[in-house]
């Protein structure tokens, strides 16, 4: 996304508070990419940058005139963009082989081809969705909008010129028309094509076109009607920043809505008002810096969850939103503003040339990387590398994300009532309420013992407690979805009882009893999901390094927390209890592959799609009869 990036006009035109806008929007960005459940809807940054680069490359191609030549604008935008992209794509090619096995690194190499040639929209497109689970594995996914800033910037100085002078009053029609055609086209496609719309540029042409329109007829509000303006415009990105979610990810409120609003609050952004907060030195500041900001902050992000559990806690998120500001701020000192304006036409030459040649060496490297990966790695390592980009695919399938297990970016209307608490009138209906560890006692449970039918209601890193026993840093999401599923579904008559699974923490254990005593009190039966073995090396990468070992070690290899937790969980809800950790450990030997080989863990503990059928013996003889028994509607001893 290049928004951030667009022209400033030239110093008699520059508008502080255009600065504050850009501040406002990657801000929402970094904020929804660090926290989602924070900031749900701060996707829509992107949109906001969009507006501002339609407004300003029109009016910066306006006021030039006759004198505008094509030639120039292309090499300054070149020198404004391409230095810093280069710089981030090699950044991110040194650190991911530091967290990432040879075959994702062997994606990225093509992913970092694509963002440095300006067309990773495209790639994206024909892969996942942006809001796709395996999205937070892809370290340049970000790039996507870089492809489509910078393919409006190579046709749109066309469009400005030529329909200028067509005739008067050519180019407000031109763009008004090429606008009305694209939202159009974006309102009857985003169903059907959903990806098209969101990643490519003719469908993003009417938030441009929006910005442009701004510009061309220098639509400007002053006094109360600009304070009244900008107030709104701000307000409503707020509220979208906040209410949307990535099912929102459409036209209508998700695209257009923010575009209104960013458009609103540029005519605005010279009332008195309006100019002093978003023309502030904090935000002015922050907008400068906000492309460099962008650049970095998804790599870092991605790489950070991959080299720890995925899920981040509240100072990490605050963390990396400051690691993100401090490195772009860097970034901009060292790259975007050094390279940007060259004082002299050799130190011009000199810019275009080097950054050329860095673009030329990542789209090489990065082919290379994708094509060979060997050749990074040693051809052994190449072949023993897990293929854990697929092992999660699998993963999200088994576990049904995003319709039964969700994540916190997404709204709660997301969780699929008619398939993930579909009842049966001749098997006992169970109920299991937890986080992704308790997704995968779901997958364990359903095909271990299908006699018995159990439903789901599972959120990513959201436990299964009531909202006032939660953590005060819980995420806004979670409050909302255990308000639901612990006052709503849990009170279902139909049920049996309800599986209680998580992965279990010291501080959960308070909690935890007090859940279960409410729901007993209510006459509902409690089972609590135990403990399981929480290794501490990611099984794909130890399989990675030595094909060969076929086990991890118990007490060596596990989580040093693993064991009293455990033994607390066992003694204090003795017969009601699921000791996982006694099928997946026996004998001080933890198997992490199959039968066949296949691995059965994505990371430290989290299941992949082959644990099911390998445990499904043991689970059923172990766990079958907590829920088959003749008794099983009766509360536990």
Do not use: H, K
């Given at each position: 996304m290049t928004g951030p990036a667009a022209a400033s006009v030239g110093r008699a035109e520059h508008d502080p508070a255009i600065d504050g806008l850009r501040a406002l929007a990657v801000a929402l960005v970094l904020a929804f990419h660090v926290d989602?459940?924070?900031?749900?809807?701060?996707?829509?940054?992107?949109?906001?940058?969009?507006?501002?680069?339609?407004?300003?490359?029109?009016?910066l191609i306006q006021r030039q005139g006759d004198g505008f030549r094509f030639a120039a604008?292309?090499?300054?935008?070149?020198?404004?963009?391409?230095?810093?992209?280069?710089?981030?794509?090699?950044?991110?090619?040194?650190a991911a082989p530091l967290v990432?096995?040879?075959?994702?690194?062997?994606?990225?190499?093509?992913?970092?081809?694509?963002a440095a040639l300006s067309v990773s929209n495209l790639l994206f497109w024909l892969q996942s969705g942006y809001f796709d689970a395996q999205a937070e594995f892809k370290p340049l996914l970000h790039t996507w909008s870089l492809g489509v800033e910078e393919?409006?910037?190579?046709?749109?100085?066309?469009?400005?010129?030529?329909?200028?002078?067509?005739?008067?009053?050519?180019l407000a029609w031109a763009l008004g028309g090429l606008g009305?055609?694209?939202?159009?086209?974006?309102?009857?496609?985003?169903?059907?094509?959903?990806?098209?719309?969101?990643?490519?540029?003719?469908?993003?042409?009417?938030?441009f076109a929006l910005g442009g329109l701004i510009a061309v007829h220098g639509l400007r509000f002053d006094g109360v009607v600009g304070a009244l303006g900008g107030g709104l415009g701000a307000t409503a990105l707020l509220a979208l920043g906040v209410t949307l979610d990535g099912a929102d990810a459409g036209v209508g409120l998700a695209m257009l809505a923010p575009a209104a609003a960013a458009g609103l609050l540029i005519a605005s952004s010279r009332a008195a008002g309006v100019a002093a907060l978003f023309g502030s030195p904090v935000l002015t500041w922050i907008g400068r810096r906000s492309y460099s900001i962008y650049l970095v902050h998804?790599?870092?992000?991605?790489?950070?969850?991959?080299?720890?559990?995925?899920?981040?806690?509240?100072?990490?998120?605050?963390?990396?939103a400051a690691a993100s500001t401090a490195a772009g701020a860097v970034l901009h000192w060292a790259v975007e503003a050094r390279f940007r304006r060259p004082p002299t036409a050799r130190a011009r030459a000199w810019v275009h040339a080097g950054t050329a040649a860095g673009l030329a060496v990542a789209v090489a490297a990065g082919s290379t990387l994708w094509l060979r990966p060997d050749l990074a790695t040693g051809a052994a390592a190449a072949r023993a590398a897990i293929d854990t980009g697929d092992l999660r695919r699998r993963r999200t399938e088994m576990i049904r994300a995003d319709v039964c297990n969700l994540r916190q970016v997404r709204d709660l209307t997301a969780w699929d009532r008619d398939t993930c608490f579909a009842m049966s009138d001749d098997?006992?209906?169970?109920l299991i309420l937890g986080d992704s560890y308790a997704a995968d006692a779901y997958a364990?449970?359903?095909?271990?013992?299908?006699?018995?039918?159990?439903?789901?209601?599972?959120?990513?890193?959201?436990?299964p407690f009531p909202p006032d026993l939660l953590a005060t840093n819980a995420r806004r999401a979670c409050v909302r979805f255990a308000r639901f599923r612990l006052e709503e579904l849990a009170a279902d008559e139909r049920l049996a009882g309800v599986v209680l699974a998580a992965n279990w923490k010291p501080g959960y254990l308070q909690p935890l009893a007090e859940t279960a005593a409410r729901l007993e009190a209510r006459g509902v039966d409690v089972v609590v999901f135990g403990q399981r073995a929480v290794f501490r090396q990611e099984a794909p990468m130890v399989l990675t390094e030595d094909p060969e070992r076929a086990h991890l070690d118990a007490p060596a290899d596990l989580d040093p927390g693993v064991a009293p937790l455990r033994d607390a969980l066992r003694d204090r809800y003795e017969g009601r209890v699921l000791d996982m950790f006694a099928l997946q450990c026996r004998d001080g030997v933890c198997p992490i592959v199959d039968a066949a080989g296949a691995p059965l863990y994505i990371d430290t503990g989290h299941f992949s799609h082959a644990a099911p059928a390998a445990f499904a013996d043991a689970v059923r003889a172990a766990f079958g009869p907590i829920f088959t028994a003749d008794d099983a509607d009766d509360p536990p001893p």
């Open positions: 989602a459940g924070l900031v749900p809807g701060g996707f829509i940054g992107v949109d906001v940058f969009f507006v501002i680069s339609g407004f300003l490359i029109t009016g604008f292309y090499a300054r935008r070149f020198r404004r963009l391409f230095p810093a992209v280069a710089a981030t794509v090699a950044a991110t090619l040194i990432m096995n040879p075959i994702e690194v062997s994606r990225l190499g093509l992913e970092s081809a694509a393919q409006f910037y190579l046709v749109w100085p066309l469009v400005v010129v030529f329909a200028g002078r067509w005739r008067r009053g050519g009305a055609a694209s939202l159009a086209a974006a309102f009857l496609l985003q169903r059907e094509a959903a990806g098209a719309v969101f990643f490519l540029t003719p469908f993003r042409v009417f938030q998804w790599p870092i992000v991605v790489l950070w969850r991959m080299a720890g559990s995925g899920e981040l806690s509240a100072a990490e998120s605050a963390g990396l098997r006992p209906n169970w364990l449970l359903a095909y271990g013992v299908p006699e018995v039918n159990f439903v789901q209601a599972t959120m990513r890193g959201c436990p």
